[in-house]
């Protein structure tokens, strides 16, 4: 899936990045591992790594509304863990797919074993390389449990308009993992036909057509409290093993 980039909009609308890049070796495409995060079949409980620059840390405001989004779509029964700690920088402006691979060998330390799946979460101080003046990219899925969060693009954002970094950083972290849950029809079948179709290429998923929803390419970081998944893409969830 090519990236996608954040496009100012209006005032409150934006058009949220996020972007699949093809995945190292050693792990799985974006996708393959949906029904390991929806259901407790395989694993029953979930450990998040996330790891920041020196000056990035996540608010604990985004990090308890991620992990209530978590709990309540996740079937976790022994629970849903978030370990964060923080990192100096790598000292990269502009971050390449590679780069991020790069970083991520170097710093993970949560693999998935026993009934655990893990995530990693890295939160850069540098940009992604598909950032323009125009185009903000705000977070990239890239692999089947690894995303990156690109928060100084997040505080220019907030910067330059009026919602706070907060709102704009959980509703980024909470729409990445829309992505490592399949949606839409990026690994959770869809249920009904509500994906959205790129006039660039129609064949494009992982958007939902639905323009309130969490997983929609137009999203309202005003209403990041009650953004949430819509009704059919919390249908596709249940049906894929989710709650």
Same mark, same amino acid.
Do not use: I, Q
């Given at each position: 899936m090519r990236n996608r980039s954040l496009l100012l909009t209006a005032l409150f609308l934006f058009l949220l990045g996020c972007s699949t890049d093809d995945p190292a070796p050693d792990d799985q495409p974006l996708g393959v591992s949906a029904r390991s995060f929806l259901s407790d079949e395989n694993f029953t409980s979930l450990v998040v790594e996330i790891v920041y620059v020196n000056g990035f840390e996540p608010s604990g405001i985004s990090l308890s509304a991620v992990k209530n989004f978590l709990q309540t779509y996740l079937n976790k029964p022994e629970g849903i863990v978030i370990k964060s700690r923080a990192v100096p920088s790598p000292d990269m402006d502009i971050i390449s797919p590679s780069d991020i691979i790069e970083i991520e060998n170097m710093h993970r330390t949560e693999f998935s074993s026993g009934q655990t799946l893990t995530t990693f979460i890295f939160i850069a101080d540098g940009k992604s390389d598909s950032s323009t003046s125009e185009e903000w990219v705000l977070g990239k899925a890239y692999k089947n449990t690894s995303m990156i969060i690109f928060e100084k693009e997040i505080r220019e954002l907030a910067e330059s308009s009026q919602v706070s970094s907060d709102q704009v950083q959980q509703i980024t972290i909470k729409h990445e993992f829309g992505h490592l849950f399949g949606l839409v029809d990026y690994g959770t079948p869809a249920q009904s036909d509500h994906v959205y179709r790129d006039p660039e290429d129609p064949k494009e998923?992982?958007? !939902? /057509?639905?323009?309130? !929803? #969490?997983? &929609?390419? #137009?999203?309202?970081? /005003?209403?990041?409290? &009650? #953004?949430? #998944?819509? /009704?059919?893409?919390h249908i596709d969830l249940i049906a894929n093993g989710g709650k």
């Open positions: 998923k992982g958007h !939902c /057509e639905v323009t309130d !929803c #969490l997983m &929609s390419r #137009l999203l309202n970081y /005003e209403r990041a409290e &009650s #953004l949430t #998944l819509d /009704e059919l893409c």
